[in-house]
């Protein structure tokens, strides 16, 4: 079964805002992406479940326009709080990566 | 006849650049504005909390130079909001001093409007009192206690102070902490046209050719009329084509279709990107509701004072334990620390462990360690500089030392690469208020003040 990181054009995160990052999956064409569409794989529990973080909390969106989805999270640190990581929120996006898609 | 209004976005934020050549050529195209986002919250509390610019003053000049050379002579206004970094008025005077030596160094002269957006705390714990704050989002509720300790509050303004700024005849206007579509939307409201397509114009204009391919730090030109706007790169190099300028609005947004924006909520659920030629498009379909007007308030803390090291370790026998390695090191330092004064409650002490789980912390999900090195940063943040120097200096010392089981590497557990190995980072940041307010009107918390400058 082919994974995301096969799949995808695109698969990154950044802040949005300093409380949340936000992760875009796009894809390189419309067939490809409606395909995964159609799968259901890509929703806000797929997220909850990633980065786990409760379901109500993610904003999953699909973006046709531009062949993506998006799912925006809760950080577990505010950005530059102590204990952060990843000030810009850019290196969140590798637990996607793996996420295999029945096509 | 159509009104349109057309703006060039020279580049994404004061001070990243963009080429002088893309600057002639959007002037060539007669803007009626020309303009630049001044910053961002991406970058950190830090530049919201010292109130220091983000980008270096050489930069913002050379930047600001060729804008006003470019829109005063020709009396086109030059708008820049979020001057200088977070909005700040420490910033904003910055950035208000280099327009004035830009002035005399070329002879320019031309009416500056400086709009402020930074909050007194008093006026803030008024507004928390009469229940006109709420939280966005993922954040925390507001108390008293947070604003009393915050060290800076800005209010993000919307359109309405540019318009007014414009309307009394400025010719540059920096505005402190705006809402980074604002001044564009504010700019093509002034001369007529409706909110939506105002409003997405801004959100194009606000990160110069982030919506082109290739992408890239350079000027952007919109021409916007009452049901739809047009965008194209002025670089040849560059093309804005449907994709390019729908995957932009993915960046940094929660939602790439509902943007809340003062008064206002901006829906892009409909909208269609229609190729005009291969580096130009059209986009239409976007909708405006206006809403009761909300400003965003954003505010700064400081946490203490962070000194850090940097080490690493190449012994596979420790990297097989590290965890309790660290705790080990952790506990040894309170000992060694509380004897001198500084016990735990005191100060954080934060090991980021690259090649384990540097980047992702707790939320790694993966265990299972495949590096043959790892990589420590060691973090002290404490109240003084003085607390975090002392301990961070007693955990350079403990690290290398602390013993473990099968331990060979008897003369030091890890690897520092330089000396002095220990560095004060300085006074440390956080967002405490990232909430919203009700205000009296669009204008009340931002002052405007006018000046001749030649």
């Given at each position: 079964m082919p994974k995301i990181s096969e799949l995808a054009k695109v698969c990154k995160s950044k802040n949005a805002g300093p409380f949340e990052v936000t992760i875009d999956v796009m894809f390189e064409t419309k067939e490809i992406f409606d395909k995964v569409e159609q799968?259901?794989?890509?929703c806000a529990a797929l997220f909850s479940k990633l980065y786990n973080v409760?379901?109500?909390a993610v904003l999953f969106t699909i973006y046709p326009a531009a062949l993506a989805f998006k799912g925006t999270i809760p950080r577990?640190?505010?950005?530059?709080?102590?204990?952060?990581?990843?000030v810009y929120g850019?290196?969140?996006?590798?637990?996607?990566?793996d996420v295999e898609i029945p096509i | 006849m159509i009104n349109e209004c057309r703006m060039l976005s020279?580049?994404?934020?004061?001070?990243?650049g963009f080429p002088e050549a893309s600057l002639k050529r959007g002037v060539d195209l007669k803007p009626h504005f020309i303009g630049v986002d001044g910053g961002s919250t991406d970058p950190g509390a830090y530049y919201l909390g010292?109130?220091?610019?983000?980008?270096s003053l050489k930069a913002m000049k050379r930047d600001l130079r060729l804008m006003l050379l470019a829109g005063v002579p020709r009396k086109i206004p030059v708008v820049i909001g979020?001057?200088?970094?977070?909005?700040?008025e420490s910033q904003l005077q910055v950035v208000a001093g280099l327009a004035r030596e830009i002035a005399r160094e070329e002879g320019l002269n031309f009416r500056l409007a400086l709009i402020h957006a930074e909050q007194e705390k008093e006026d803030v714990q008024q507004w928390l009192k009469q229940g006109r704050i709420s939280a966005l989002r993922n954040v925390p509720e507001l108390t008293e206690a947070t604003v009393s300790r915050s060290t800076r509050i800005v209010g993000m303004m919307g359109a309405e102070p540019f318009m007014k700024a414009l309307s009394q005849g400025a010719d540059v206007v920096l505005a402190a902490r705006?809402?980074?579509?604002a001044s564009w939307a504010g700019c093509a409201m002034s001369r007529g046209i409706a909110p939506a397509p105002s409003w997405y114009s801004g959100k194009m204009l606000?990160?110069?050719?982030?919506?082109?391919?290739?992408?890239?730090?350079d000027c952007l030109m919109a021409t916007v009329r009452d049901d739809h706007l047009d965008v194209e790169p002025t670089n040849p190099e560059r093309r804005c084509t449907p994709l390019s300028v729908a995957t932009?609005?993915?960046?940094?947004?929660?939602?790439?279709?509902l943007h809340e924006e003062p008064g206002g909520l901006l829906d892009a659920t409909h909208c269609q990107f229609t190729p005009l030629t291969d580096r130009a498009v059209r986009i239409s379909g976007m909708t405006w509701k206006t809403r009761d007007y909300d400003i965003k308030l954003e505010g700064a803390e400081c946490i203490g004072f962070r000194a850090i090291t940097i080490c690493g370790t190449r012994d596979p026998i420790l990297i097989s334990q590290i965890d309790s390695y660290l705790q080990t090191v952790r506990e040894d330092v309170a000992m060694r620390a509380t004897g001198f004064g500084?016990?735990?409650?005191?100060y954080q002490l934060v090991f980021h462990v690259y090649g384990k789980d540097?980047?992702?912390?707790?939320?790694?999900?993966?265990?299972?360690i495949s590096s043959h090195e790892l990589g420590i940063v060691v973090e002290v943040l404490s109240e003084t500089e003085e607390d975090a120097r002392a301990v961070l200096s007693i955990a350079r010392v403990v690290i290398p030392k602390v013993d473990f089981v099968g331990?060979?590497?008897?003369?030091?557990?890890m690897a520092f690469p330089?000396?002095?190995?220990?560095?004060?980072?300085g006074l440390t940041f956080k967002f405490s208020v990232f909430h919203v307010v009700k205000p009296d009107s669009p204008y009340s918390m931002f002052p405007i003040t006018y000046e001749q400058v030649s």
């Open positions: 799968t259901g794989v890509l409760p379901e109500k577990c640190t505010s950005s530059g709080d102590i204990g952060d990581t990843d850019a290196q969140q996006h590798a637990p996607l990566l | 020279v580049s994404s934020i004061l001070g990243y010292s109130g220091e610019c983000l980008n979020s001057t200088g970094g977070a909005g700040t705006a809402s980074d579509a606000e990160c110069g050719t982030a919506s082109a391919t290739p992408k890239g730090h932009h609005s993915l960046h940094e947004n929660a939602s790439p279709t500084v016990s735990p409650e005191k540097g980047v992702m912390g707790a939320a790694e999900p993966v265990k299972q331990r060979l590497c008897k003369s030091g557990n330089f000396s002095p190995s220990d560095i004060s980072v």
